[in-house]
């Protein structure tokens, strides 16, 4: 009888609805996620490395514009269909990122195999371009205000006066020559890989000094390591300076919102500010017909890239998707 209660009681109980499936993301929306992904990774590296770069794009006003940018992908991205999106490939770009070379961090999609054919356009040799990263193994030789080409590097051995040398080497007298190991005779900072310097007197690559070790405050040495900067012949963390506060110094840097006009830290000029450089303007601005404007949207006036929304190129003085050309 108790068994017969229990039956009817469990019977006159409402089922619980099944659970709601979590929404399937589509190709973009995947590829939208490893792009935002892709700019914290470069961002926080770069950041480490702004004492060699200087640059005022830090923090997180670099992470919130290049985040954007990534959620503009649907007209920006059109040469490549996201469904030719390779995750695994972006996620060794982005295990790559925190230990990449400094001086890669001047280009956004930074000259890394993984990272190009991950969020790169992928041109052969021959193919239009407007930025290095559309080039699957080249660069793009490309006049200001134009469409350029992707072309070969200069090989090991080439006369380089004029072109980039291949990955893997470096510049030196006019001639590519390969890149030097620890202990690997040198002339220059640059022939020595990452991580290493070219000793002053012994003339070979050695490893880059760490905090508080000793360095030769040679202003075109790179001896200290890259988040550092030399002070009185001690590798030293970078000093972040205030509006007002000088920095011409070696390892001054100005505080967020500010820029160094050459000799003190400035505030950033806000948009409708009369200007007459692009840096003094807020990152999000440029400086247009000497007034800071809000960078320009797809199909927007333009003198510069710079003058863009992050993921646009300017193009014929139009803001134009970098995969515009034909």
């Known amino acids: 009888m108790l068994g017969v209660c229990l039956a009817l009681l469990l019977g006159a109980c409402p089922e619980e609805p099944p659970p709601t499936p979590a929404p399937v993301e589509t190709t973009e929306q995947i590829f939208v996620r490893h792009c935002q992904s892709y700019a914290q990774a470069w ?4 950041d480490d490395c702004a004492v060699g770069l200087d640059k005022a794009l830090r923090g997180e006003t670099c992470v919130s514009l290049h985040k954007q940018a990534c959620s503009d992908a649907s007209w920006v991205a059109t040469a490549v269909p996201f469904s030719a999106f390779d995750t695994n490939l972006a996620a060794a770009c982005l295990a790559q990122l ?9 280009e956004y999609l930074v000259d890394i195999s993984t990272c190009r054919a991950a969020f790169g356009m992928n041109a052969d040799n021959g193919g239009p371009c ?7 193994t080249g660069y793009c030789a490309r006049s200001v205000d134009g469409c350029g080409q992707c072309e070969a590097r200069v090989e090991v051995g080439g006369d380089c006066s004029d072109y980039p040398c291949q990955v893997g080497s470096v510049c030196v007298r006019d001639l590519c020559r390969p890149r030097r190991g620890s202990g690997q005779a040198c002339e220059q ?28 405050g040679d202003r075109g040495l790179r001896d200290c390591r890259e988040d550092l900067y030399c002070a009185d012949r001690v590798c030293s963390a970078p000093v972040l ?10 390892g001054s840097l100005c505080e967020f919102g500010s820029w160094c006009d050459g000799q003190f ?9 009369a200007c007459a450089e692009a840096r003094s303007c807020a990152p999000v601005s440029a400086c247009i017909a000497l007034q800071c404007t809000p960078r320009s949207s ?17 193009l014929a003085e139009l803001c134009a998707a970098v995969e515009s050309c034909p």
């Open 98 to 106: 925190p230990s990449a070379e400094c001086a890669l961090f001047d």
């Open 241 to 250: 300076r205030q509006v007002g506060n000088p920095c011409v110094d070696n």
């Open 43 to 46: 961002c926080s590296r770069r």
């Open 130 to 136: 407007l930025v290095n990263g559309d080039c699957s």
């Open 298 to 314: 797809l199909n927007g006036d333009c003198v510069s890239d710079r003058d863009c929304e992050f993921g646009l190129a300017c």
């Open 189 to 216: 900072d640059t022939e020595c890989g990452p991580g290493l310097f070219c000793h002053l007197e012994r003339r070979v690559c050695e490893a880059q000094r760490g905090e508080n070790e000793a360095c030769a």
């Open 265 to 273: 830290c400035r505030a950033n000029l806000e948009s409708g500010d």
